[in-house]
């Protein structure tokens, strides 16, 4: 991977909707070279997916919560269990297994605090958890999905 390699992944990673001749502009080549870099790109999974970022208060998600898990099973079946059941949770925006002083954190998107309780219910009733820590987000001050290449 060289420098345009990853020129043209900064470009996708603002503005995935650009068109291969505008992204060969930018980075300076012309649209054939262009289009098989991003190909390989694709291919080589580096570019994993396209997709909309959208707006989840303007669609009525107005509650984000970060969900700390401490847990005193560590076994293999226990952890394939907890992560199928977490996993399938459509609240469920992010899903860690953390070294330090928590086991797992969760990234948790809900319409209103009843929700998140309605939530909360179900996460304490998969499994055994010995705590469960949530901190709710007043204001999103930076987000981003473009990584810092």
């Known amino acids: 991977m060289d420098e345009i390699d990853l020129n043209i992944l900064r470009i996708l990673q603002v503005d995935n ?14 649209a054939s070279p262009c289009w098989k870099r991003i190909n390989r790109l694709n291919k080589d999974g580096i570019i994993k ?17 970060y ?4 847990t005193g099973e560590h076994s293999k079946l226990w952890l394939e269990e907890f992560s199928t059941t977490v996993t399938k949770m ?3 925006m992010e ?13 948790v998107i809900v319409p209103d605090i009843q929700a998140f309780d309605e939530f909360y219910k179900r996460l304490i ?7 469960v820590t949530s901190r709710f987000s007043m204001e999103t ?7 810092p290449i």
């Open 17 to 30: 909707s650009l068109s291969v001749s505008e992204i060969a502009h930018q980075v300076g080549l012309s």
């Open 141 to 147: 001050i930076k987000e981003t999905t473009a990584l």
């Open 125 to 131: 009733g998969t499994t055994a958890i010995n705590e």
């Open 49 to 65: 997916r396209k997709i909309a970022v959208v707006d989840p208060e303007k669609l009525g998600l107005g509650i984000t919560a």
């Open 90 to 92: 459509p609240e469920v």
């Open 95 to 107: 899903f860690h297994r953390m070294a330090g002083d928590v086991d797992y954190m969760l990234k």
């Open 67 to 70: 969900v700390s898990i401490k």
